[in-house]
Each structure stands twice: as structure tokens, then as C-alpha cells.
């Protein structure tokens, strides 16, 4: 379980409505409960982008994570993914077909046609 008395209080990754919503659903679903949101980046490849997003749920944090809260769902990044994802909101979009999580990342330069990697 997330300890939530190492929260940073601020608003440097953050989730909109529809994305807090989704979340929340999934938690229930799957009972997931004490569970937080783990964002973080790898390298991407030469033909595509620099970094491909990792996003999945996760019911522990490392020392040297950073610990976020927006709309009752806690976030974790570790330090290294933070210096790219610094201000990155976390949106949920659905087609009709299929819903997923979106990264607005105000940091990016260039982003993939699929949603699934930047570049700086």
C-alpha cells in the first residue's frame, strides 16, 4: 500500500476528470484498492522516438520515487522519467471502440502517431 504521508503537494503530473474516472474504474474492477499509477519512460527506438511511456498500477513505491496525488489517485514516477515528465497531464480518451490513457506532455517536441512515445 502507497503511504500517502510522502505526497509531494504539488501539480508537476496530474490527471484530468476523465482519466481520475477511468482509473478509479479499473481499481474497482480489478480491486485494486491502495493501488497507485506508475508513469515513467524507457528509450524508444531509431525509427520512431527518443522515449516510449510505461504506465501501469503498482501497489508500492522506492525511496527514491516521487509521490504525486490529483483527484484522490496517487502517481508515482521515479526520479529519472520525472526530468521528461515534468508538468505531463494523464488524459483519458475512448474512440467508440476502445479507451485509453493519453499523455499530454508539455515537454515534447515531437509525438508519436500512436500516443505511445516523444521526443525532446
Same mark, same amino acid.
Given at each position: 500500500m502507497i503511504d500517502n504521508t510522502s505526497h509531494i503537494q504539488n501539480n508537476d503530473i496530474s490527471l484530468t476528470e476523465a482519466?481520475?474516472? !477511468? =482509473?478509479?474504474?479499473? !481499481?474497482?474492477?480489478?480491486?485494486?484498492?491502495?493501488?497507485?499509477?506508475? =508513469?515513467?519512460?524507457?528509450?524508444?527506438?531509431?525509427?520512431?522516438?527518443?522515449?516510449?511511456?510505461?504506465?501501469?498500477?503498482?501497489?508500492?513505491? !522506492?525511496?527514491?520515487?516521487?509521490? !504525486?496525488?490529483?483527484?484522490g489517485i496517487s502517481i508515482i514516477c521515479d526520479q529519472n522519467s520525472f526530468e521528461v515528465l515534468k508538468g505531463i497531464i494523464l488524459d483519458y480518451e475512448n474512440d467508440g471502440t476502445i479507451g485509453k490513457i493519453r499523455m499530454i506532455n508539455p515537454n515534447a517536441s515531437h509525438s508519436c502517431g500512436c500516443g505511445e512515445g516523444f521526443s525532446q
Open positions: 482519466a481520475a474516472a !477511468f =482509473i478509479t474504474s479499473e !481499481f474497482d474492477k480489478k480491486n485494486l484498492y491502495g493501488y497507485a499509477v506508475r =508513469i515513467g519512460v524507457e528509450k524508444g527506438n531509431e525509427s520512431c522516438n527518443d522515449y516510449k511511456y510505461l504506465l501501469g498500477y503498482v501497489n508500492e513505491a !522506492f525511496q527514491s520515487d516521487k509521490i !504525486f496525488s490529483d483527484k
